[in-house]
Each structure stands twice: as structure tokens, then as C-alpha cells.
């Protein structure tokens, strides 16, 4: 009955690989976004979509490519990655733009 | 750009003290404010939502207050547990349709 689920829990890599992050929600909700916490935990935006579509993109590198191949699911993929990737990342939903959020356990990326 | 500022950065306390943790934000023309908490090597829990008509939410031993025209607010925790120990995050909407602002988080950790 997990709310907000992520694959996978942890990701090893090599500099220069490309991965994928894969989110799904279950709690009906139109809002979907990715976050980035860094080594210093802090938690910044990178994505969000609604219904489906691109609402902000938060100056993210063009490395990563967001998908939402409908509205319970984001996925992320990163290109040709770099060790500044190393991060959680998680993902979260919420029922409209403003509503309360709802986080997934994270993936923590380690890149080599 | 919005800011948010959160101290302590970490606190110990023994059980049962109350406590107060803070949150400052620079732009004071928000939409809401919420409170989390998040566990080691988990995601984020949503503790309390305050809109920015409010001027307080309380859950259980929980209570938020939130002061718009200072750009401040509190997070009170009464009869601390060690269940509480974590890390506690501030965040703040700007608008119906932006993203959240995070702080850094305040570490907590309350000892038996």
C-alpha cells in the first residue's frame, strides 16, 4: 500500500553512464515532481509536472530528462553522468499545484 | 528569489522538554508554509500545512505558527520523545503554482 514508490533504492555508476529513476504514486494525485538533496542535505526542486506536462524545470542541466508517460508516473532519466550527480533524489506528488506533498523513500546516486 | 533559513541547525535535548524550532523565510509574500520531517535515509513526512491566512495548525503535539509580516515561523514540540528524533524541514509555496522553497533543516535528537 506504499503511497509514493521509487526504483532503485540505491544506483552505483561509473562517470559517464546513463541511468534511469523510475516514481510511481497510487494516491491519485495530478502533480508529480523530482528533488535533489546534495551531500550538505539540501533539498532543491528540479522538476514538476501536472497532468502530465511540463510545469517547471528548475535550470536543470539537459542531462536529465524527465518523462511522465501518464499521471501516476514520472520517470528520470540522466545522460553521460557526472560525479556532481551524486545526490538522493526524490520524488514526490500532490493533488494539484499547491497541495500537500507527498515524498518517496529516495534514491540515493552514487557516481564513480 | 525566496529564501528560507532554519535554526538550530541541530539540537539535543532530553525527553519530555518542550521545544521550539525556527524558520525564517525572505520574502514574506507566501502562499503556505509546511513543516516535515525526515528520517534517516527515508523521504519526507508532511506534519502540518499552514495556509498564509492562518496563523497556526497543531497535530497532536505538534504546533505550527506562522507570522507572514516577519517572514517567521515555529515549529513547537511539547513533551519530547525519542521517537521525535529527526530532521525537521521548513518549506515555503510563493504562489499557487510554484514549488516548494526548502530550509536545511533543523537535526534533532531527543535522548531517553
Known amino acids: 500500500d506504499t503511497a509514493v514508490s521509487q526504483t532503485p533504492k540505491y544506483l552505483v555508476t561509473q562517470m559517464g553512464n546513463d541511468k534511469s529513476i523510475k516514481c510511481e504514486q497510487n494516491l491519485g494525485h495530478d502533480t508529480m515532481y523530482w528533488y535533489k538533496q546534495d551531500s550538505k542535505k539540501f533539498l532543491k526542486i528540479m522538476f514538476s509536472y501536472n497532468n502530465k506536462e511540463l510545469i517547471i524545470n528548475e535550470t536543470v542541466p539537459n542531462r536529465f530528462s524527465p518523462k511522465s508517460p501518464d499521471k501516476a508516473h514520472l520517470n528520470l532519466h540522466i545522460n553521460s553522468l557526472e560525479l556532481g550527480d551524486s545526490a538522493v533524489y526524490f520524488c514526490?506528488?500532490?493533488?494539484?499545484?499547491?497541495?500537500?506533498?507527498?515524498f518517496g523513500p529516495g534514491t540515493r546516486l552514487t557516481v564513480l | 528569489k525566496q529564501e528560507v533559513t532554519q535554526i538550530p541547525a541541530a539540537l539535543s535535548v532530553p525527553e519530555g522538554e518542550n521545544l521550539v524550532l525556527n524558520c525564517s523565510f525572505t520574502d514574506s509574500a507566501i502562499y503556505n508554509l509546511q513543516w516535515f520531517r525526515q528520517d534517516p535515509g527515508k523521504g519526507l513526512t508532511s506534519l502540518l500545512l499552514?495556509?498564509?491566512?492562518?496563523r497556526e495548525q497543531t497535530s497532536g503535539r505538534l504546533n505550527a505558527s506562522l507570522d507572514k509580516s516577519s517572514g517567521r515561523s515555529t515549529l513547537y514540540i511539547a513533551a519530547s520523545q525519542p521517537g521525535d528524533s529527526a530532521t525537521y524541514l521548513c518549506?515555503?509555496?510563493?504562489?499557487?503554482?510554484?514549488?516548494?522553497?526548502f530550509g536545511k533543516g533543523t537535526m534533532l535528537l531527543v535522548s531517553p
Open positions: 514526490a506528488s500532490s493533488l494539484g499545484l499547491a497541495g500537500d506533498q507527498f
Open positions: 499552514i495556509q498564509s491566512s492562518q
Open positions: 518549506a515555503v509555496r510563493n504562489s499557487g503554482y510554484s514549488t516548494l522553497t
